[in-house]
């Protein structure tokens, strides 16, 4: 089992770009979540999933869109990135069993110019 | 809303020696408790978590961490410190599948 894994691991963007982040996860879990982490602010929830077809907002979702249109991809979208992007960005998943056992991928580093 | 507070940014202690990294939340509801470690370039895992069975929990790692309701804390302990151990460690506390992380500790452990 790979478990949760993220593309691209880096990316570097200019000021009003667009990308998509991509998770997916191999253990058949129902729940998905994107966080961002900053400097000497933590991990920050951006938006989650409690299943395939549905996303809700986290703490921070402004900025951000989500899609969850496979159970086990969940994907985050920047619009038009701004320098305040400029993070870590994680994702992690949870069974609705044990939906408070989260299990993180490696990340993906992004830079916006 | 619920919240986690790391006392202390970074934390350096001997190899050998006691490792105490401090958390304490605000709930107002019986909250679930975690400590997770990040090694350098990699994802958050998991060390040990509190589901409100026992108050002493113990993880990986040799780590161990006590809920005390009365301090509303969840410090999180080793007897002795390895090289291995150095890393950044996060609490952090779940309500309703709200997870909200502490500010993290990164543990220097000198030799």
């Known amino acids: 089992n790979a478990g949760v894994t993220q593309t691209p691991k880096f990316r570097v963007l200019k000021t009003g770009q667009s990308m998509t982040l991509l998770c997916a996860q191999d253990m058949n879990h129902e729940y998905m979540y994107w966080y961002r982490q900053d400097p000497g602010m933590g991990l920050r929830l951006i938006h989650y999933s409690v299943g395939e077809g549905t996303t809700a907002k986290g703490e921070v979702p402004d900025g951000y869109n989500v899609s969850r249109l496979k159970k086990q991809n969940f994907l985050l979208g920047l619009e038009s990135a701004a320098p305040s992007q400029t993070s870590v960005y994680f994702c992690a998943s949870s069974s609705r069993t044990r939906q408070n056992e989260q299990y993180f991928g490696p990340g993906t580093r992004l830079t916006v110019t | 809303a619920q919240s986690v507070t790391q006392l202390g940014s970074h934390v350096s202690v001997s190899e050998g020696a006691l490792v105490l990294l401090r958390c304490n939340y605000s709930?107002?509801?019986?909250?679930?408790l975690f400590w997770y470690v990040q090694y350098p370039n990699q994802g958050l895992q998991l060390l040990l978590k509190y589901t409100s069975a026992a108050t002493l929990v113990k993880g990986i790692n040799g780590f161990e961490a006590e809920f005390k309701k009365s301090e509303t804390s969840f410090h999180l302990t080793k007897p002795s410190a390895h090289m291995s151990d150095a890393a950044e460690y996060f609490c952090a506390v779940n309500y309703n599948n709200d997870m909200r992380f502490g500010a993290g500790t990164r543990l220097t452990v000198k030799p």
């Open positions: 709930s107002s509801v019986p909250p679930y």
